[in-house]
């Protein structure tokens, strides 16, 4: 497991954008990180991954040209650019990662993410 720490919450306004970033512990070598959130009284949604071996990447149909994550192998970093935001876009967003690939069948899974932060909040206002 690795220490997760997030940052770059905050509040904006609907049609805004926001930068997350989540610092990590180690090398980011051959793990799937991702970005997930929660919003009060919903389920988890697991908004993008990315497997550091390969490169790919996976989106949520609900972010899916609006939000795209990063990595920076340099300084142990992935990142979550989020523009055009949406009211419904507010939640606590958690980067988390699994010490193996995941795939397009099981990245939207979060209990195969065992490593957690403690969470940035994003609040989107009209």
């Known amino acids: 497991q690795m220490d997760l720490v997030e940052s770059g919450g905050g509040s904006v306004q609907v049609g805004g954008s926001l930068r997350l970033t989540c610092a990590a512990s180690q090398k980011l070598f051959r793990v799937t990180m991702a970005w997930i959130r929660q919003a009060p009284g919903k389920e988890r949604e697991t908004v993008a991954a990315?497997?550091?071996?390969?490169?790919?990447?996976y989106h949520a149909d609900s972010v899916k040209g609006r939000f795209a994550i990063s990595v920076d192998k340099a300084s142990n970093t992935v990142s979550l650019q989020m523009n055009s935001l949406k009211s419904e876009d507010t939640a606590m967003y958690y980067c988390?990662?699994?010490?193996?690939?995941?795939?397009?069948?099981?990245?939207?899974?979060?209990?195969?993410?065992?490593?957690w932060g403690q969470g940035t909040r994003v609040t989107v206002t009209s």
């Open positions: 988390a990662a699994a010490d193996y690939q995941l795939d397009a069948s099981n990245w939207r899974a979060p209990q195969y993410y065992s490593s």
């Open positions: 990315t497997y550091t071996g390969s490169g790919r990447t």
